[in-house]
């Protein structure tokens, strides 16, 4: 075994320590001094700074010069919980959530839309961008593509608060049943940066739906990022013999 490996092993352990440690701590809440955790776990200082660095780039720790190292904001959860089918149900995530609406228009869906939401190349998209705020702060980037033809008369105000799928189907009579959904590590551009309040490649969240509608449609495509330092998902696992 190498010597960096053998470093990295020992960064793994403490950072396994610090979130084990953090877990049930409130947002604030300050850690023992570099001091005391290297003697603790018997590391060095180096050691113990990067991993301490590693959990304050995905902002679950906090650094205030002078004063010490705290546990990072609250996290926004979303469950995912397994049905007696197979499938998951997305209840609402924790907070308050509203949208500022940064884009809203109609333009031809062309090739890679098309595909996406299986109609003709020529027909119309609602594109929406809006800036998703939970609790007064900026969370997520959210930019839906939706048929013009399903959502005919939208307007911006209607996206500003409230669930968006029961407006769906109050006012339209699309009734959203399903969806594929896709979740991946990335990092802010310059402007999402600008947008969420973080720094430039900040660690984020980059969520893909296709939705489906009780009839089998597709009704939506969209393509969110998340702050990772503030948004979390969780999912109930069933197993069985034939689990891996």
Known sequence: ??????????????????????????????IPSERDLCKELGVSRPTLRAAIDDLVR????????????????????QALAATTSGSFYAPPAEGHWESRILEFGSAPAGPQLASRLQLAPAAPVLRVVRLRVVDDEPMAIERLHLPQALVDGLAPTDMESGSFYHFLRERFGVDVRSAVQTIEATVTDDT?????????HFPALMVERTTRDVNNRIVEFTRSIYRGDRYRVTSELNFDAASG
Do not use: C, W
Request: hydrophobic residues 35%; without cysteine.
């Open 58 to 77: 995905s902002g679950q720790l906090v650094r205030e010069h002078g004063r010490g190292t705290f546990t990072g904001p609250h996290r926004v959860t």
């Open 1 to 30: 075994m190498t010597l960096n490996m053998r470093a990295g092993l020992k960064r793994d352990r403490v950072r396994d320590f610090l979130l084990d440690y953090i877990a049930d701590k409130k947002p604030g809440e300050a």
């Open 192 to 200: 999402e940066a600008v947008l969420l309040n973080v720094p430039e």
